[in-house]
């Protein structure tokens, strides 16, 4: 692990997949889903992190073990490739997680084989894809995960998720969403694994430009600073209103 003044080492690791396939995608993501996730994290992050990008496609699928060693936080985004991912890579995220490792699983990483091997559920869940409103409500104002973040934050258009969302108890519940078919989903939840911290955080599906949102920015910032742990947190950037919806 790195020394605790050292700055936080994020690897944001994608599929990268979407955006060469569809051009709606490719649109709100012209360099990759990854990239704009990691621009969001140096921004609200800052001096606290560094941050890498490399997707499924890349040598070793992305995470060879010289990367995984060199790394404190991982981000997960995967959807239409989960079956691709090679048992082996699952079995070395997890060992490293295990060990101490951070990892924040984003929107579809929810049905990721780390994921559902770290939960050890199916981690299945009801949803709808067409153009819902999600508002997502802090629960737990008091989570590092929350500071700084408005509630709701609103989200105008987002792909629905909804419960029974199959997965653990959370060890905190963070954010709860609601949409406009009246429906919740559980979509801040906290675990830890061993040495290890996890978040999944539910908005970001790739027809939207979900993570060009300020306020989702943040969380995922937050969430990357936090499960790197106790030893790797830094005091959060004071929110200051955007007017993104304006």
Not at 171 to 196: I, K, N, P, Q, Y
Request: charged share 20%.
């Amino acid at each position: 692990m790195a020394d605790v003044a050292s700055p936080i080492r994020v690897t944001v690791w994608g599929e990268g997949r979407h955006e060469k396939r569809d051009a709606t995608v490719a649109a709100h993501y012209p360099d990759g889903m990854h990239a704009t996730i990691a621009a969001g994290i140096r921004e609200h992050a800052g001096a606290a992190v560094t941050v890498r990008c490399t997707t499924l496609d890349d040598p070793e699928q992305g995470l060879p073990d010289a990367v995984l060693a060199e790394t404190d936080v991982l981000t997960w985004w995967g959807h239409i490739a989960h079956d691709e991912v090679a048992d082996e890579l699952v079995d070395r995220v997890q060992q490293r997680v295990l060990a101490g490792m951070g990892l924040v699983v984003l929107h579809s990483g929810h049905w990721s084989k780390i994921f559902k091997r770290l939960m050890g559920t199916s981690c299945a869940l009801r949803w709808r894809n067409g153009d819902d409103r999600e508002l997502v409500w802090t629960v737990d104002p008091t989570h590092p995960v929350a500071a700084g973040v408005p509630s709701p934050i609103v989200i105008p258009a987002q792909e629905m998720y909804g419960e029974f969302f199959d997965i653990p108890a959370p060890d905190e519940l963070v954010f709860v969403s609601s949409f406009t078919g009246g429906e919740v989903f559980r979509s801040g939840c906290a675990f830890r694994r061993g040495r290890g911290r996890i978040f999944y955080f539910s908005p970001g599906d790739q027809d939207y430009p979900v993570y060009h949102h300020p306020d989702v920015r943040r969380v995922i910032a937050n969430a990357a600073v936090w499960v790197a742990g106790p030893a790797r947190e830094v005091t959060p950037i004071a929110y200051a209103p955007t007017g993104w919806f304006e």
